[in-house]
Structure formats: structure tokens, C-alpha cells
């Protein structure tokens, strides 16, 4: 149909950016993580940053990530 649905991108796209981000921290304990969500990582532990992306196999890649 044409309605909206009862959780759009809007609101599911942060929370599950939240829930993931919260196990991500766990690694980190008696650490405050600083996100910039504008670029997609963390300002003040680059050691976090590499638990955001997985490297992909020859031929799996994705333009973009």
C-alpha cells in the first residue's frame, strides 16, 4: 500500500545504529566513544574504527563501503 509504515527508515535507521554501536562498545570498557555520524566513525578511538567494516573478498566488494 501507499501508507507509511509503523517504523520508516527515520526512526529504525538510528536505532539500529544505537543497538549496534552499544554491542561495538562493549570492546571498549571504561570508554567513552565519541560518534561522528556524519562520517561514519568514531572521533577519539581509532582502534574502534576497525570493527565498523569488513574487508571483502576479490570480487565481493561494494561501491561505496
Known amino acids: 500500500g501507499k501508507a507509511q509504515t509503523s517504523t520508516p ?3 529504525s535507521g538510528p536505532l539500529s545504529e ?3 554501536l ?3 562498545a562493549t570492546r571498549f570498557p ?3 566513544l565519541e560518534w561522528n555520524s556524519a562520517k ?3 572521533r577519539n578511538e581509532k582502534q574502534a574504527n576497525q570493527y565498523l567494516r569488513r574487508p571483502y573478498r576479490a570480487g565481493w ?3 561505496g563501503l
Do not use: A, E, N, P
Open 18 to 20: 544505537t543497538v549496534l
Open 9 to 11: 527508515f527515520t526512526y
Open 22 to 24: 552499544g554491542s561495538l
Open 61 to 63: 566488494k561494494v561501491k
Open 40 to 42: 561514519l566513525q568514531f
Open 30 to 32: 571504561k570508554t567513552t
